[in-house]
């Protein structure tokens, strides 16, 4: 929690990997959660892209998946997240390209809660 309660700070690291499983770098990542006018935004930064998601649908408990906002000629963009298990969330970042409605898959993956 961040600006007194009214702010989510994401902060993490992601570690890439190639096709055989072997280290390929990583990257560190930020993304702000905020409420605004009555609904839920967030701003992403990786220190190469930004993407200012404009909206997002909760199910309360369950999942969150944030929408980037609508740009002509420009990709649109999906962040979500579900819980899974008690303990699992499972993590999709998806792009639909310019001028398209069907979202594909770039990464996904699952985080666990740390013991």
């Known amino acids: 929690m961040e600006a007194n309660g009214h702010a989510l700070l994401r902060r993490d690291h992601t570690d890439l990997f190639d096709r055989d499983g072997k280290p390929a770098g990583g990257f560190d990542q930020i993304m702000m959660i905020y409420p605004e006018n009555g609904s ?57 390209p310019p001028g398209q409605s069907e979202f594909k898959p770039i990464a996904s993956g699952t985080a666990r809660r740390s013991p």
């Open 40 to 96: 839920i935004h967030a701003d992403y930064s990786d220190g190469k892209h930004v993407i200012h998601y404009d909206s997002a649908t909760v199910v309360a408990g369950r999942s969150v998946a944030f929408m980037s906002t609508h740009q002509q000629g420009a990709p649109v963009f999906k962040l979500s997240y579900e819980l899974t298990q008690p303990e699992t969330l499972a993590v999709t970042f998806a792009m639909a």
